[in-house]
């Protein structure tokens, strides 16, 4: 008994030092290293926005419409005479907080269902794998136009349908790492231990599988913060007056002859944010990968 | 209080300008000029105001269509430049019974349809039945004043009415006017919109749809010489910002309505005209005050918000806004600021009318004397770059008095249902305007109204509106109007806020294209000059 | 799973609040129109009968007629070669961009030009396309003048045709060449480090035919790997530059279709998605199989 206990036990014990190994080959990849603090620094200006934004994002100006840079106004002004920079802040949280939170809601919905799918096999599987693949018949474009359509467009319903939008991925990602695990020996053990399914899927497999969905997550993220620009550029994603970077691209169009810095200032955010979760998330996927040998 | 000035004078002086273009533009349009036109040629339109429904009279509802059926399909009547109605298929002006139930309609000798078979009373007498009886005909609530059309020999019909209508004559001016060919109406039934044939110095070729409609000349029309173009392209665009590229750079040489944000730059182009027309539509906010179960679902009772319980917080709102200040900031100096749902470009603008001005310190107080702590309104905003930009700027104007406004962003079609079904507090929506006073401020203002999604009914008001209907002088109809409108402005189940002003964009080396106040980019007698 | 796909197609649509009557009826909203567009769709009916009459036809070929009165086939029909064009010029884009650079970083590992070029391809990831098709619009159309912008012209005129869809295949294909070259990448440097490639060294095979080989076989399961992944991506990626460059596509159809709330093109539209899908991966599926016989899918 207390054998097959300690078998049980073996995968966690290593746990800190494997930790303090990870982080040394993590530290010798400066641009996974940058852009975790990329990442990192945008979290936090999406969490401190109220604070670092010099004016609030509703506050207009109407004799300073569409001005240039100055002291007063660092990246000059919108249509409505209110403060860019102050915008690209607030715009932080609103797009930070879709592309994280769809990420969770595509994870938490995800996961278990790929587990399931992964740990029993036989038609449960083959019901899942198909509607897996109807959810991905569907360009996550038209189905947020849809959702939008029904729902009504607003920051909740882009959130919604991006992480339907990303729920595929996860499944993908849980089924596989499962149906590898399951094979792992400390499953059977566990079995003879008594322990029922839902404590072998919940408490031996998923703490194994937790490096590749944290990857999976980093990857995901900046999906979803493209997608919260595509979905709001279009109109059916979060709406103004809430500023968000995609809301600021489709309220620079129209000026788009006339104050084309409008159009560069959000793009550029979106572009770092996006680069930032990448580099970070392709330089964990490498470190934790026991292939990689640096 | 100095800046009030500043903006009162620039607002009166932008006015002014803006009217004296009126005035020089229309002249100009009057004024008969020797234009040589060089035959033949394509003109591509670009249209930017949505596509055009079902190219059917009959089911046609879009603003689109009837630039399109311009070209097309001719009506009993039309519009001159200053909104007067003139004589088109018909003879002459209508004659109306001295009971005012029988209107008697002289048609013009010599006029064949598009696929050679003769225009008579015949035709106009099947195309008014279909309107009247037919599926789902549009026309007929248009027409719900007549019960039938007989002929009175080959070139005279005579519309029986349940009761005096004296916008009859305006109807007949627009899509319910249009005479289809009876041949086509029997070939096709209610396909007519596959290949639809009327009397047009153009007619229909094919249409891909979500992208073009093409019309070519016609060999059968009785003007033959006023139509210059081999063939006319009416593309449509989705994006105006695409729509102004592509006619910089000469693939359209026509825009029906450039965006205020482009204006600029077309105008820096030396090879590009602009047009103007002030148009009758007003934009505005409707409140709903009395709108609980929904439209028509009567007898109206109030809705108990903040907006609806309270005339004085209603005077605050329309105070907070500066009509000026929102034409400069969100509308490019596009559009007239106004209060009347009549706009000055129609020959039935009421000038004595008094606005509200732009007041903020009084519409503050108005807003303690309410007795509403807090007061709150949702606004619900069709979706669409410039009405956001609008509630954007019409919230910061409301917050400085003290009124909070959310705005709610509707996809325009939903808007709709809900402002019908009474779901909303406020809503930011307009009218693109009809000839007849009748038509925009019956529908939405009357008990009966079936676009009066503000729940108001007022009967006094009612009675306005009904002998303004009955009436059949001008004088007597001004009148009634006045009296309907002063109460309206004084209970405000609307808010009218502007003026839309089209600006059309044209290529200089086409002449003759015009624009009526209907803002309906009118190419049908234009042609290439170079 | 076509099947599924019709149904909640089907039921989303109806779902839509705001009815097509209402959006049919933009400014007046005549009751008689209402009834009339009731009757038309059947609305009146239970749905599983609506459903039925809408297989039935549809099998037959008749997806209906839309609010124009128009074929929604013959609509559908015109519009998705345009769209197909446009996906064919951006994925040749793609391949031409993405899969030699792949090759390249593969065999010069570690050396500078693999870090610029993965460094490129990551920024080609990070940008939003849309984003750069507006700025392709303001640089080549607006301040340069060399290339139109927007709209299209039917393949009567190639070179005017092909002018229009430049910038939208370019910026469309940069997205994709990223995830080409990285995937090839990848691919190289697992197929260059087997045995097999070491044994073909050893024997005395030059280099660079033992990477040509490889590149050939690789990039034609990559490209369809990545094909089959990216799928839905590619066709989100075709709606947003059809809208944004005013191209009257399948893309743009769709868009208007839903805003229209046009239940019977919506219904064929997303119709043609979902066969269009079932078909590209099957075809995924067989090219695979075909490459690589160890890899048996099907």
């Known amino acids: ?294 | 209080m100095n800046r009030n000035r500043i903006a009162a004078a620039v607002g009166a002086a932008v006015g002014a300008g803006l009217l004296a273009l009126l005035i020089s533009a229309t002249a100009g349009a009057s004024g008969k000029q020797a234009v040589k036109f060089k035959a033949g040629g394509t003109l591509t339109v670009a249209m930017t105001n949505g596509e055009p429904d079902a190219l059917d009279p009959t089911l046609a509802r879009t603003f689109s269509g009837r630039e399109v059926f311009l070209t097309i399909c001719e009506k009993l009547y039309d519009l001159d430049a200053h909104t007067n109605i003139v004589p088109q298929l018909a003879a002459a002006l209508p004659k109306v019974s001295s009971n005012k139930l029988s209107v008697t309609i002289p048609l013009r000798h010599g006029i064949k349809f598009n696929d050679g078979t003769p225009f008579n009373s015949a035709a106009v007498v099947k195309t008014m039945t279909r309107y009247l009886t037919f599926k789902g005909s549009v026309r007929a609530s248009e027409l719900s004043a007549v019960t039938k059309v007989t002929a009175k020999g080959k070139y005279a019909v005579v519309f029986h009415l349940k009761a005096a209508y004296s916008p009859l004559t305006a109807q007949l001016a627009d899509r319910s006017g249009m005479i289809l060919s009876p041949k086509q109406m029997s070939k096709l039934g209610a396909n007519f919109a596959r290949d639809p044939i009327c009397v047009g110095p153009y007619m229909y070729k094919n249409r891909v749809a979500g992208d073009s409609i093409t019309v070519v000349k016609s060999p059968f029309y009785y003007a033959k010489s006023k139509a210059h173009f081999a063939k006319i392209v009416f593309k449509i665009y989705n994006d105006t910002t695409a729509a102004a590229q592509a006619l910089k750079a000469g693939t359209v040489q026509a825009l029906d309505a450039i965006a205020s944000t482009d204006i600029p730059s077309i105008k820096a182009d030396k090879a590009l005209s602009i047009t103007k027309a002030a148009g009758l539509g007003y934009g505005g906010i409707t409140i709903n005050i009395g709108n609980k179960n929904g439209l028509l679902k009567l007898p109206y009772q109030n809705v108990g918000t903040d907006l609806a319980s309270s005339p004085k917080l209603r005077q605050a709102f329309e105070m907070a806004i500066n009509r000026n200040t929102l034409n400069k900031v969100v509308f490019g100096g596009t559009v007239l600021p106004g209060c009347t749902p009549v706009s000055p470009s129609s020959v039935w603008f009421d000038k004595s009318i008094k606005c509200t001005g732009y007041n903020p310190n009084q519409a503050k107080s108005l807003v303690q004397q309410s007795g509403i702590s807090n007061p709150t309104v949702n606004l619900m905003v069709p979706t669409g770059t410039v009405a956001l930009r609008e509630a954007q700027f019409i919230q910061a104007e409301e917050a400085a008095v003290g009124i909070k406004v959310n705005v709610q962003s509707t996809d325009f079609v939903t808007s709709l249902s809900k402002a019908d079904a009474g779901t909303y507090d406020a809503f930011l929506i307009g009218w693109s305007g009809r000839v007849d006073p009748d038509g925009n401020i019956f529908g939405f203002v009357a008990t009966t109204g079936t676009l009066n999604d503000s729940g108001y009914s007022k009967n006094i008001v009612d009675r306005f509106l009904s002998h303004a209907r009955s009436a059949s002088t001008t004088k007597a109809r001004r009148h009634y109007y006045h009296a309907a409108v002063q109460q309206i402005l004084n209970d405000r189940p609307l808010i009218y806020l502007d003026h839309p002003i089209a600006s059309a964009g044209i290529s200089k080396k086409v002449a003759g294209v015009t624009m009526y106040p209907d803002t309906l980019l009118r190419v049908a007698f234009a042609g290439y000059t170079q | 799973m076509l099947v599924v796909a019709s149904i909640v197609v089907f039921g989303g649509v109806r779902a839509i609040p705001g009815n097509p009557a209402i959006a049919l009826g933009a400014e007046n909203r005549d009751p008689a129109v209402i009834a009339a567009v009731k009757a038309k769709y059947l609305l009146d009916k239970p749905l599983p009968v609506q459903y039925g009459h809408w297989i039935w036809l549809a099998v037959q070929g008749d997806l209906g007629v839309d609010q124009r009165q128009l074929s929604v086939g013959r609509t559908i029909a015109s519009r998705l070669p345009i769209s197909l064009e446009l996906a064919a010029l951006s994925m040749i884009v793609s391949v031409i961009v993405g899969i030699p650079t792949g090759v390249i970083t593969a065999v010069r590992r570690g050396k500078p030009s693999d870090y610029a070029a993965t460094g490129v391809a990551l920024i080609g990831l990070s940008v939003p396309h849309f984003w750069l098709g507006l700025m392709a619009i303001i640089w080549f159309a607006v301040d340069l003048h060399w290339l139109p912008a927007g709209g299209y012209v039917t393949a009567h005129h190639p070179i005017a045709n092909l002018k229009h869809l430049l910038l939208p295949a370019v910026v469309l294909g940069i997205g994709f060449a990223a995830v080409l070259m990285r995937q090839m990448r990848s691919s190289m440097l697992d197929s260059l480090g087997t045995d097999y490639v070491r044994t073909a060294r050893a024997k005395g095979l030059s280099e660079w035919s033992v990477v040509c080989k490889h590149a050939f076989r690789n990039s034609l399961i990559t490209v369809t790997t990545v094909l089959g992944l990216q799928l839905g991506a590619l066709i989100s990626g075709i709606v947003t530059i059809e809208v944004i460059f005013g191209i009257p596509g399948f893309g743009s159809l769709t868009i208007d279709a839903i805003n229209q709330r046009d239940y019977t093109l919506i219904q064929g539209v997303v119709l043609v998605v979902a066969c269009g899908y079932v078909i590209v991966n099957l075809l995924v599926d067989v090219v695979y199989s075909l490459l690589n016989p160890r890899i048996r899918t099907i």
């Not at chain 1, 990870?22 to 990192?40: D, I, N, S």
């Not at chain 1, 769809?102 to 919905?109: D, E, G, I, N, Y």
């Not at chain 1, 360009?139 to 909740?156: T, Y």
């Open chain 1, 1 to 294: 008994m207390s054998i097959v206990v300690q078998e049980i036990e073996a995968p966690r014990v290593a746990g800190r030092r494997r930790l303090r190994l990870l982080t040394k080959r993590f530290l010798r990849r400066p641009m996974a290293v940058g852009g975790l603090l990329v990442a990192l620094a945008f979290v936090i200006v999406a969490i401190f926005a109220p604070l670092l934004a010099p004016y609030s994002p509703g506050h207009t100006d109407f004799d300073a419409v569409l001005a240039h840079s100055s002291s007063k106004h660092l990246l000059g002004t919108d249509d409505l005479g209110r403060d860019v920079l102050s915008r690209l802040i607030w715009g932080t949280r609103a797009s930070m907080q879709v592309g994280v939170f769809a990420t969770l809601l595509a994870m938490v919905v995800a996961v278990p269902i790929g587990m399931i799918a992964g740990y029993y096999r036989g038609w449960v599987d083959q019901v899942i794998a198909r509607l897996t693949d109807v959810l991905l018949a569907f360009p996550f474009l038209i189905l947020a136009v849809g959702l939008a359509a029904i729902l009504g467009p607003s920051l909740l319903n882009a959130t919604l349908a991006l992480g339907i939008g990303s729920i595929p991925g996860f499944i993908r990602i849980a089924r596989g790492e499962t149906l590898a695990l399951r094979e792992e020996d400390y499953v059977p053990a566990a079995v003879l231990n008594g322990a029922n399914d839902a404590t072998i899927i919940f408490r031996h497999i998923l703490p194994n599988m937790t490096n590749t969905l944290i990857v999976q997550a980093t990857l995901t993220i900046p999906g979803a913060i493209l997608g919260e620009a595509i979905l709001s550029f279009l109109g059916v994603g979060v709406q103004p007056p809430t500023s968000s970077w995609g809301t600021m691209l489709q309220e620079a169009e129209p000026y788009l002859t006339q104050a084309q810095r409008l159009s560069v200032y959000p793009g550029v955010a979106i572009i770092l944010a996006v680069l930032a979760f990448n580099v970070f998330g392709d330089g964990l996927r490498d470190v934790l990968d026991p292939r990689t040998t640096r």
